[in-house]
């Protein structure tokens, strides 16, 4: 089983910056994806980005060159910095680990952290 907790949403100005941590704990295979997601009210889930253990990188088209994901492997944590933020960037932000372990596939979710940017 694996545990995710997030932290470091909040609310923030237009134009302003934010850092979500989310770490990880419990039983972690050595190869991994960890990913942020976020949901507005109203609208389905979308990917934000993600990183793999060996620090591949994807971001969705409307976030890059304003957020930035990382990771420590060492503490099973996962960054993203956001900055530029806009108002449609309000959601909430939730943190995933993609992992193989003993053959079995599995997605394990974090509760979710609120990012609220006002205009």
């Known amino acids: 089983q694996v545990q995710l907790v997030e932290s470091g949403g909040g609310l923030v100005q237009a134009g302003g910056s934010l850092r979500l941590s989310c770490t990880a704990s419990?039983?972690?295979?050595?190869?991994?994806?960890m990913s942020w997601h976020r949901q507005a009210p109203g609208k389905q889930r979308e990917l934000v980005a993600s990183?793999?253990?060996?620090?591949?990188?994807n971001y969705a088209d409307f976030v890059k060159g304003r957020f930035t994901i990382s990771r420590d492997n060492a503490k099973n944590t996962v960054y993203l910095q956001m900055n530029s933020l806009k108002a449609e960037d309000t959601a909430v932000y939730y943190c995933?680990?993609?992992?193989?372990?003993?053959?079995?596939?599995?997605?394990?979710w974090g509760q979710g952290t609120q990012v609220t940017v006002s205009a």
């Open positions: 995933s680990l993609d992992q193989t372990l003993y053959g079995v596939s599995r997605s394990y």
């Open positions: 419990g039983i972690i295979s050595g190869s991994n994806t």
């Open positions: 990183i793999t253990r060996g620090g591949n990188k």
